[in-house]
């Protein structure tokens, strides 16, 4: 591998350093794995663990974020091995990209970085402390891992019609949608006071006779209702009846759209429902889905390919790695 650059390390050094308290150190360089003729380093390992380094510190602490650490620096460096076990591949067979391939490469990414600049390329690399030949053989095996991927791979899959819609047919409950309702609600909490019980009941009894009236379910549920989605109207959305209260779901179960239920005792609360909307339950068509599905059957295709494909070149690779606990 080539040498890290400086500014990045320094970079992922000053994230590593507020994960561990009290002074802990930890290894920066040596060699993380020899792969062939070829060592990776760990500070190399270190550069690519930096994107995600981040989001383990926000998400664990102590020992577990030790682990977690540990475990992104091993993902890391075995896909760095695989990278380097393809590229040796790539040397040793016959068939190489033509050059010029690999300068047009060069070029596009000249043109959409630095507008065609080759000197501000040149003058952004020396900050980061890398020469142009060392960026251009960086984006060079990035290109060629790609294309070595693209062929020993991505171009060996394809999904025939009759597998993704085999794969709809053995997966129907999957793309099942469910029934779903659109209500607006007024709730009325209950309470042990038997005089303000009877003054609730009454304004349940109130709000059925301005209904009758023809007064808008939504404005009384703004005035009366005493649930969270009172300042919305009473609008709870769409949702599943079973996500509902099952004596609400049972008493509003045969009603119409525009329909508004009768009161509905919990041991809580006492519902007034207004039907809004109803869909029922469907199955998403074959058509919906396909593009979907062969999306899915690709990726999974996409992975097991890999593993084989690399699997087999590591047979012919010399791969040791040094056991590290750096975390």
């Known amino acids: 591998m080539e040498p890290i650059l400086k500014k990045n390390l320094i970079i992922l050094l000053t994230v590593i350093s507020t994960i561990f308290a009290y002074g802990e150190e930890i290894l920066v360089d040596g060699?993380?794995?020899?792969?062939?003729?070829?060592?990776?380093?760990?500070?190399?390992?270190l550069i690519v663990m930096q994107p995600n380094i981040k989001e383990i510190q926000s998400k664990f602490a102590g020992?577990?974020?030790?682990?977690?650490?540990?475990?992104?620096?091993?993902?890391?460096?075995?896909?760095?091995?695989?990278?380097?076990?393809?590229?040796?591949?790539?040397?040793?067979?016959?068939?190489?990209?033509?050059?010029?391939?690999?300068?047009?490469r060069i070029n596009e990414i000249v043109y959409?970085?630095?507008?065609?600049?080759?000197?501000?390329?040149?003058?952004?690399?020396?900050?980061?402390?890398?020469?142009?030949d060392q960026w251009k053989k960086e984006v060079s095996n990035q290109f060629i891992v790609m294309v070595m991927r693209n062929s020993n791979v991505n171009a060996k899959i394809n999904i025939s019609p009759a597998t993704t819609k085999e794969y709809y047919t053995k997966h129907?409950?999957?793309?099942?949608?469910?029934?779903?309702?659109?209500?607006?609600?007024?709730?009325?909490?209950?309470?042990?006071?038997?005089?303000?019980?009877?003054?609730?009941k009454q304004t349940i009894f109130e709000i059925q006779q301005k209904l009758e009236k023809g007064e808008s379910f939504s404005s009384l549920a703004k005035e009366f209702s005493e649930d969270t989605s009172a300042s919305d109207g009473g609008n709870?959305?769409?949702?599943?009846?079973?996500?509902?209260?099952?004596?609400?779901?049972?008493?509003?179960?045969?009603?119409?759209?525009?329909?508004?239920?009768?009161?509905?005792?919990?041991?809580?609360?006492?519902?007034?429902?207004?039907?809004?909307?109803?869909?029922?339950?469907?199955?998403?068509?074959?058509e919906e889905v396909e593009t979907e599905i062969k999306t899915l059957l690709t990726q999974e295709e996409v992975e097991k390919l890999?593993?084989?494909?690399?699997?087999?070149?590591?047979?012919?690779?010399?791969?040791?790695?040094s056991e590290l606990e750096l975390f």
């Open 112 to 132: 959409e970085r630095f507008q065609g600049n080759k000197e501000k390329l040149i003058k952004t690399l020396a900050q980061d402390h890398l020469s142009y």
């Open 63 to 104: 020992n577990r974020l030790k682990k977690e650490m540990q475990n992104l620096y091993n993902e890391s460096l075995n896909s760095l091995i695989e990278r380097q076990v393809i590229l040796d591949t790539y040397e040793r067979q016959d068939m190489k990209l033509p050059e010029d391939v690999i300068d047009s």
């Open 236 to 286: 709870v959305g769409w949702i599943e009846p079973q996500m509902l209260r099952k004596e609400v779901a049972d008493g509003i179960k045969n009603l119409t759209v525009e329909q508004v239920s009768k009161p509905i005792e919990t041991e809580d609360e006492i519902y007034l429902i207004e039907l809004k909307g109803k869909k029922v339950a469907t199955v998403k068509s074959f």
């Open 172 to 200: 129907l409950n999957d793309y099942k949608q469910p029934e779903k309702i659109l209500i607006n609600m007024i709730v009325v909490e209950k309470t042990d006071d038997k005089t303000i019980e009877a003054e609730k």
């Open 31 to 45: 060699i993380a794995a020899k792969v062939n003729n070829e060592s990776i380093l760990i500070s190399d390992v």
């Open 306 to 321: 890999y593993k084989e494909w690399i699997a087999s070149l590591m047979e012919d690779a010399y791969v040791k790695k």
